[in-house]
């Protein structure tokens, strides 16, 4: 299976901030990389596929980058909606993997 | 817009076989491929398996012995069977939706919390 390595498990920042989580994979992934958001007891909402393409109604302030094996997402100017725990996912091979995700809260 | 909700049964025993059905709404089924996902306490996603609307079925290695999905156009529902459960498959329990081959997993349902016990 491929490994899905991402980090920092958490992190504490405040609105208007920036932040950057990364992930990294096992072997080439290409750039099948989605990123999720994950609000506790809502469902979890894809935010970016293809490692930089945002889904629809996504705000800009999210944005992934990289491809191979290194990825990226940034939100920028954090705004209370956004704290919430992050995944990262592959789908380049089956089974799909996930990274172990990245906890935002308010500092 | 797809929607999906989980349902079954919050409580499984030890040794049986958890049933879940995820019913969708809002579009169609056909052409996609229907998955689920879980969630033990404390650890991570965990990709269970698809199951295509012409019925093709594709499981983790590490749940193929024990699992079988299912489809039922009719219904708008496709389903899970997890036979000889263990303290192990306690999880929060996610349905969702596979666009295709190297597509991305959009949108999931809630999720449904599922406890083993002894």
């Known amino acids: 299976d491929i490994q899905m390595t991402q980090s920092p498990s958490s992190l504490s920042a405040s609105v208007g901030d920036t932040v950057t989580i990364t992930c990294r994979a096992s072997?080439?992934?290409?750039?099948?990389v989605a990123w999720l958001q994950h609000r506790p007891g809502q469902a979890p909402k894809s935010l970016i596929f293809?490692?930089?393409s945002l889904q629809s109604g996504v705000p800009l302030r999210f944005r992934g980058s990289g491809s191979g094996t290194d990825f990226t997402l940034t939100i920028t100017n954090l705004l209370p909606e956004d704290f919430a725990t992050y995944y990262c996912?592959?789908?380049?091979?089956?089974?799909?993997?996930f990274g172990g995700g990245t906890k935002v809260d308010i500092k | 817009q797809v929607q999906l909700q989980e349902s079954g049964p919050g409580l499984v025993k030890s040794s049986e076989t958890l049933s879940l059905t995820c019913t969708v709404s809002?579009?169609?089924?056909?052409?996609?491929?229907w998955t689920w996902i879980r969630q033990p306490p404390g650890k991570g996603l965990e990709w269970m398996g698809y199951?295509?609307?012409?019925?093709?079925?594709d499981y983790n290695p590490s749940l193929k012995s024990r699992l079988t999905m299912s489809v039922d156009m009719s219904k708008n529902q496709f389903s899970l069977r997890l036979t000889s459960v263990t303290a192990g498959d306690t999880a929060v329990y996610y349905c969702?939706?596979?666009?295709?081959?190297?597509?991305?997993?959009?949108?999931w349902g809630q999720g449904i919390q599922v406890a083993v016990s002894s």
């Open positions: 969702a939706r596979e666009l295709g081959m190297w597509q991305p997993v959009d949108p």
């Open positions: 809002g579009g169609t089924m056909y052409d996609f491929y």
């Open positions: 199951v295509h609307s012409s019925g093709r079925t």
């Open positions: 072997q080439d992934i290409r750039n099948y």
């Open positions: 293809g490692a930089s």
């Open positions: 996912q592959q789908y380049d091979t089956y089974p799909l993997t």
